[in-house]
């Protein structure tokens, strides 16, 4: 089964304290992998994907096919960071439709 | 054209009541994907449009629950004999046809409240 697991509902943090979010995957094949992020009052997004290996707003993900995950990092979290954070694995069906994990809620304090 | 809209943003209706839904993609986005997300939860797979032809349904689309695009365009999601259990938010994604990085635009979604 194709699934996304995301261990932890909350995650709190000090501005300029370093940022995992965690991301497990259950995938036959090569998978293709995102993570979305919703800031308050505001539409899903995407934050970045596996593929492209970049850098957006100061996080990372690396894809790690030997322990199924793709965390989220930041070396240094920032209030605006604040928000819900979606790991989001794209279906192996002809329709591309994305399975979400439960999401992780960001809160970085001053 | 600022993105994925849809319509209306919020929904009150009592157990029982027919409701339906709008979601009007990006232009010229050819696919289009309905998601559900309930209180804690990640948004859903419901259903999938390739331009009007509906071409995957989620266990969770009861037959209460139907979706159509019947142009191609806009799409329509129509929920009969509300219960409870479907107070939700409803999102609407598309994607365009030649999209090379697979990434879903995401509607602002409509939050259904059964009572």
């Known amino acids: 089964a194709q699934r996304v697991t995301q261990p932890e509902k909350l995650l709190s943090v000090f501005k300029g304290a370093p940022v995992e979010l965690k991301c497990n995957y259950s995938?036959?094949?090569?998978?293709?992998l995102f993570w979305y992020v919703q800031y308050s009052r505001q539409r899903l997004q995407l934050l970045l994907r596996?593929?492209s290996r970049e850098s957006i707003k100061g996080f990372t993900a690396d894809l790690n096919k030997g322990e199924t995950s793709f965390h989220l990092k930041k070396p240094f979290a920032q209030e605006e960071d604040s928000a819900m954070y979606y790991c989001?694995?794209?279906?192996?069906?002809?329709?591309?439709?994305?399975?979400f994990g439960q999401g992780t809620t960001l809160q970085v304090k001053p | 054209d600022t993105g994925v809209s849809q319509n209306p943003r919020h929904k009150i209706t009592k157990r029982g009541q027919n409701v339906t839904f709008r979601c009007d993609p990006i232009?010229?986005?050819?696919?289009l994907y309905w998601y559900r997300q309930t209180l804690g939860q990640g948004p859903e797979f419901l259903t999938y449009?390739?331009?009007?032809?509906?071409?995957?349904k989620s266990r969770l689309l009861s037959d209460r629950f139907s979706a159509e695009r019947p142009k191609g365009s806009f799409s329509t999601l129509e929920i009969q004999r509300t219960e409870q259990g479907d107070s939700a938010m409803y999102l609407c994604?598309?994607?365009?046809?030649?999209?090379?990085?697979?990434?879903?635009?995401f509607g602002p979604g409509t939050r259904l409240t059964v009572l």
């Open positions: 989001a694995l794209r279906s192996s069906s002809n329709t591309g439709k994305l399975i």
């Open positions: 449009f390739q331009n009007e032809a509906q071409l995957e």
């Open positions: 995938y036959s094949g090569s998978p293709e």
């Open positions: 596996h593929i």
């Open positions: 232009s010229e986005h050819n696919r």
């Open positions: 994604a598309s994607i365009s046809r030649g999209s090379d990085n697979n990434e879903q635009f």
